[in-house]
């Protein structure tokens, strides 16, 4: 089963518009991940948040971490055309556990931005 | 472009046979991973290799197998192929055994009829 459950499957926005996609996972964690996926190409990864922290950005992303709810939101601010795509949240297990190293990847939010 | 190579980009085959994935990964990672990607499964981590040993394994069918060699070329084989693995194939790879950004190569489509 899937470690991470992505909200909402579908978003569609207007372009300058800010998109939110939010993650939940179930077992403790390394660290979060974000990735993205034009239709039917190889993942890119955006941006990695570790246990220890709360918020991290980079450039129009901004990431949450909640441990204590085991979640985490992915902000993209001002959205333009180019980043539709599908975004996944994937999560590292903790260092000595079963899980670690093996990213786990939620079921991805699909993102469509209208110029 | 990731860096990582994987090959063929599509591959059309018929059911009960075995194909074989090959993946280069980034110059200088010692890390392989193996995932498939399905309509209804999602993205799945099948298995990974690090510096030609098995490091962790995810739901990878007895059907299916996969090496890294001492270049650090991976393959993936999948033999007895049903319908239902058809999928896109993935390969990544990092410079270490975990708890970092993984780099992805572009996918193999396999479709068995």
Same mark, same amino acid.
């Given at each position: ?62 990431? %949450?971490?909640? %441990? ?48 | ?113």
């Amino acid at each position: 089963s899937q470690q991470g459950e992505e909200d909402p499957q579908a978003l569609s926005i207007q372009e300058g518009e800010n998109a939110t996609m939010n993650c939940s996972y179930k077992t403790s964690i390394n660290n979060l991940q974000w990735y993205r996926q034009n239709s039917g190409r190889g993942l890119v990864h955006l941006i990695l948040i570790r246990s220890n922290e709360r918020e991290k950005h980079s450039g129009r992303l901004r990431v %949450t971490l909640d %441990t204590s709810k085991k979640s985490s939101s992915l902000l993209i601010t001002a959205s333009r055309a180019a980043d539709t795509a599908s975004y996944f949240c994937a999560t590292d297990g903790s260092p000595g556990g079963t899980s670690y190293g093996k990213l786990t990847f939620g079921q991805g939010t699909i993102l469509t931005v209208h110029p | 472009d990731s860096g990582v190579t994987q090959t063929p980009k599509h591959l059309i085959t018929a059911t009960g046979q075995r194909v074989t994935l090959r993946c280069s990964p980034r110059s200088g990672d010692l890390s392989v991973y193996w995932y498939q990607q399905s309509l209804d499964q999602g993205l799945q981590f099948l298995i990974q290799y690090y510096n030609g040993e098995e490091r962790a394994k995810g739901n990878i069918l007895e059907r299916f197998s996969a090496q890294q060699f001492p270049d650090l070329h991976s393959e993936l084989n999948l033999s007895s192929l049903e319908l239902g693995d058809s999928a896109l194939y993935f390969c990544a790879s990092s410079s270490h055994g975990g708890g970092e950004k993984l780099f992805f190569g572009s996918g193999t489509q396999l479709s068995v009829l």
